[in-house]
């Protein structure tokens, strides 16, 4: 995953030219990528804010209903659904089948990005989005019933917030790291050393003042789990 600023942009913080030693691209890139994965970590985005330059399918447990919810992206090139939870191949559904959107369903925008679900088209040939609950017999003497979800769902798109990451996002990197490495100049009080690694590992909380400044912008998810 790169990162979301470049040493180049990160020396115009930090007033830094040198091309070796603790002021090296390659140093700068530590701190960078550091801050990142604190920034994704903070927002409760493991896949970070910039999303896959090519689709690639993921795979859900059917909701049953409707709507089906999926993860955040920005594009989506292909839908397949299972006519049974015990199929074992999927059947790709045609763009008027579906309509990607995202928020509400009951009030859904479908204009503004990044889509987290997709809801049946009314006019296309499907009611519902295959179910993914399946019982069967467990337990020592297979007489006990167990319900599960299995993927019935697979959807192929460009996963990720946004095509680019949000202005804020960039500017908030740039200033950790930037504030970090001037803490480094200092006693690197906010570091560990890894012998095993011989580099500098970066502590991943993100000063309260920015961590604000992402809840201000809106760009936390919250931990609530996969709906």
């Known amino acids: ?13 930090i007033d830094k030219s040198g091309t070796t030693g603790a002021g090296s691209d390659t140093a700068l890139q530590v701190i960078l990528d550091a801050a990142t994965a604190a920034i994704n970590l903070k927002c409760n985005r493991p ?11 993921q795979v859900y447990s059917g909701s049953g209903g409707a709507v089906q919810w999926i993860d955040e992206c920005v594009s989506i090139s292909l839908v397949e659904v299972k006519d049974s939870p015990t199929d074992s191949t999927y059947t790709a559904w045609v763009a008027g089948d579906w309509i990607a959107f995202r928020g509400d ?7 503004n990005l990044p889509y987290d679900a997709i ?20 337990g020592f003497s297979h007489d006990m019933e167990l319900t599960r979800g299995v993927p019935t ?17 960039k500017e908030v990197c740039i ?3 930037a504030r970090w490495y001037k803490k480094g100049e200092s006693a690197h009080a906010d570091m560990l050393a890894s012998g095993e690694l011989g580099t500098l590992q970066y502590k991943g909380d993100l000063d309260s003042n920015l961590a604000g400044l992402l809840k201000q912008a809106r760009l ?8």
């Open 105 to 111: 369903p009951v009030d859904p925008d479908f204009n």
């Open 153 to 169: 769902i697979r959807v192929t798109a460009k996963w990720g917030y946004a095509v680019t990451a949000p202005a804020i996002v």
């Open 47 to 57: 896949y970070g804010f910039t999303a896959l330059a090519t689709g690639t399918a």
């Open 119 to 138: 809801m049946i088209d009314p006019t296309g040939d499907y009611s519902i989005f295959t179910g993914g609950k399946f019982s069967g017999l467990g």
């Open 1 to 13: 995953m790169a990162s979301y600023a470049t040493p180049a942009e990160l020396r115009t913080q």
């Open 220 to 227: 936390i998810k919250p931990a609530i789990g996969r709906r």
């Open 175 to 177: 200033i950790q790291a």
